[in-house]
């Protein structure tokens, strides 16, 4: 692992973002981008692969989220930095390591937006028809609108979103319970172990995005306190949520009429709320959308703007806008490849492994990281407001790498064509990186 003089640093070369978000922030761009738009998409997939099972696969899903949140934590206690998932494992464990792995998260990244626009549509659908492919990239064209404008907007636009989700969410918790047929939920391993196990890739993008408030660490106020104190309050909002929606959503119409939606919680939904389903649901999905794409944008913006300023892609995506500070090249860049990414195939299993894959990996290497912080870089790991012990840190950051490794075989069981995909395109990193080493004048950016 790398041990320079530049992994001890506090701070990467280039122009600094400034602090505009506080707490309340940091925990709605966390359970924001977890609850949300997975619930109305990912029910349906996993049922169908699953059956009932879906809740097993979804709380084995969960248990590998808890080290990667308190790594998360611990890291964004000791050096919050924005674009932190290319930051961390750049200077702590390898260039090339952390150059990989921003590199497959913008298939990632392009990948979560295009699931997004794509559950958007499917849910408008149900009240007016409009074009896929022009509603798709409307929508996704304002919200990076709303990201030039700045973080404040971004991060006041995103409560308001959350808000009316949980709302909507303890409507269907409530008036749905009364109605549960337990039955339904009675053989959860009907479909059989390996099912359930192949489901739970599926089922990790519910907590993917616990940790999205560490890739603004420059952006959050007291960001060594704030950032480990709100993933702690995201994570136990995401799994009180989930844990009741799903499994009212289950006891109201089975695995197989889920499995068979292109909307299940619509399909849910009707039993309790009648005519009131659609404008109720249809109304929570596309806030949820809504919430996620934002968080994913800033995500998507921040880690290219990192890798701008770190000098592996042309240094103008680190540039600042003077007027407003905000990353304008890096979400034009975004933007860019968002509007290529429709262009992918609109199969749901296809688009979540080809998110899941990257997001694993990312996960990896910032668990990677903090092993090095604390064996290497003991100032560091002193400077930590989560004063966790060496070997606590240590076994959160081996566990989360172990989980990393097994939730993207057991994808393998559900579709092969992601995965090749995603080589295909980190063959083409490497080559970048190569081209990079061997000819410097074609890295632009300091050195």
Not at 193 to 207: C, G, N
Not at 398 to 408: H, K, N, P, Q
Not at 434 to 441: E, I, K, Q
Request: hydrophobic letters at 60%; proline letters at 6%.
């Amino acid at each position: 692992m790398n041990n320079s003089s530049e992994a001890t640093s506090g701070s990467a070369d280039g122009p600094a973002l400034k602090p505009r978000v506080g707490l309340l922030g940091v925990v709605m761009f966390g359970a924001g981008t977890a609850i949300g738009v997975s619930i109305f998409s990912v029910l349906g997939p996993a049922a169908a692969v699953a059956g009932s099972g879906l809740l097993i696969a979804m709380l084995l899903a969960a248990l590998p989220m808890l080290p990667f949140a308190l790594v998360y934590a611990f890291l964004g206690s000791a050096l919050p930095r924005s674009g932190a998932s290319y930051e961390w494992p750049a200077r702590f464990v390898h260039p090339l390591f952390g150059f990989l792995i921003a590199w497959l998260r913008i298939l990632g990244s392009v990948g979560v937006i295009i699931t997004l626009a794509t559950v958007l549509v499917n849910y408008l659908g149900m009240v007016w028809m409009l074009p896929a492919l022009v509603t798709k990239a409307v929508v996704i064209t304002v919200i990076f609108g709303v990201h030039l404008v700045g973080i404040r907007l971004a991060a006041g636009v995103q409560t308001l979103m959350m808000l009316v989700l949980l709302a909507s969410m303890a409507l269907l918790v409530g008036t749905g319970l009364p109605k549960v047929d337990v039955t339904l939920l009675a053989q959860p391993l009907a479909a059989g172990w390996p099912a359930v196990l192949a489901a739970v890739p599926l089922m990790i993008t519910l907590f993917l995005g616990i940790e999205s408030a560490t890739e603004i660490g420059e952006e959050v106020r007291d960001a060594r306190r704030n950032i480990p104190r709100g993933i702690a309050l995201a994570v136990a909002l995401t799994v009180v949520v989930y844990a009741a929606v799903a499994s009212v959503a289950l006891g109201l119409v089975g695995p197989a009429r889920l499995g068979a939606s292109a909307a299940p919680l619509l399909e849910a939904a009707r039993v309790p709320l009648g005519a009131w389903a659609v404008p109720v649901i249809v109304g929570a999905a596309v806030f949820a959308v809504l919430k996620t794409l934002n968080a994913t944008v800033m995500i998507f913006s921040r880690y290219l703007f990192a890798m701008g300023r770190a000098g592996v892609l042309p240094a103008a995506l680190g540039r600042l806008a003077p007027s407003r500070g905000t990353p304008v090249m890096a979400l034009g860049l975004a933007w860019v490849g968002a509007m290529l990414g429709l262009l992918l195939p609109s199969n749901l299993v296809f688009l979540l492994l080809a998110v899941n894959i990257p997001t694993m990996l990312k996960y990896m290497g910032s668990c990677l990281a903090a092993i090095s912080v604390v064996t290497r870089h003991p100032a560091i790991h002193q400077q930590a407001s989560l004063a966790l012990s060496r070997g606590t840190v240590l076994v959160a950051a081996v566990l989360g790498v172990v989980a990393s490794l097994a939730i993207i075989l057991a994808g393998l069981k559900a579709d092969v064509w992601p995965y090749l995909l995603i080589t295909g395109w980190g063959l083409v990193g490497g080559g970048v990186w190569w081209v990079r080493s061997v000819w410097p004048a074609a890295s632009p950016g300091p050195q």
